[in-house]
């Protein structure tokens, strides 16, 4: 089984009190159904995970990102043993400069977060182990597998 690649990209900001923000949207469509999640999606075919992560960006808020203000920040790999169909490979990306104003999308109504009261419980379990660190500048490369319940993480043996 070919193991599909994906993109995301969480966009960040400083408030004028100095506080880190990042723009998140609770899922509308598709995997991940009512979780908050990053900016991303599916490459198409022919496409590296920079031109997936821009056009993602556009489609689901709206935002306008050069190519080269996009950093990379690891890669993730989600496996799903018990349902092998949701496995996938995820190029992280960062990213502090974009032109335009969110809006909503069919995908997402994307939000400001504070970094430090990031939403996990409504997010992925992955999140709470690595994207504190990847926001403030740790790059990721970590395998997380994904137990029965198809939510929460269990540790790799």
């Known amino acids: 089984m070919t193991v599909p690649q994906v ?3 969480y966009l960040t900001r400083r408030t004028p009190g100095g506080a880190l923000q990042v723009l998140l949207g609770r899922k509308k469509t598709g995997l991940g159904l009512g979780n908050i ?3 991303g999606g599916k490459l198409e075919a022919g496409e590296s995970p920079v031109e997936a992560a821009v056009r993602e960006i556009e489609e689901e808020s709206g935002l306008t990102v050069a190519h080269s203000a996009l950093k990379p920040r690891g890669v993730l790999t989600y496996l799903f043993p018990h349902r092998e169909s949701w496995s996938q490979i995820s190029h ?10 969110p809006r909503e999308s069919d995908e997402l109504n994307p939000l400001w977060y504070d970094v430090d009261a990031l939403p996990v419980d409504e997010m992925w379990d ?3 182990h690595c994207l504190p660190a990847v926001l403030t500048g740790t790059p990721a490369h970590e395998t997380f597998t994904f137990g029965a ?4 993480v269990v540790p790799n043996a």
Request: proline letters at 0%; charged letters at 20%.
């Open 126 to 128: 992955d999140a709470r």
């Open 92 to 101: 992280v990306f960062v990213c502090t400069e974009w032109t335009g104003t």
């Open 7 to 9: 993109c995301v990209c």
């Open 149 to 152: 319940d198809l939510k929460t």
């Open 37 to 39: 999640v990053g900016l």
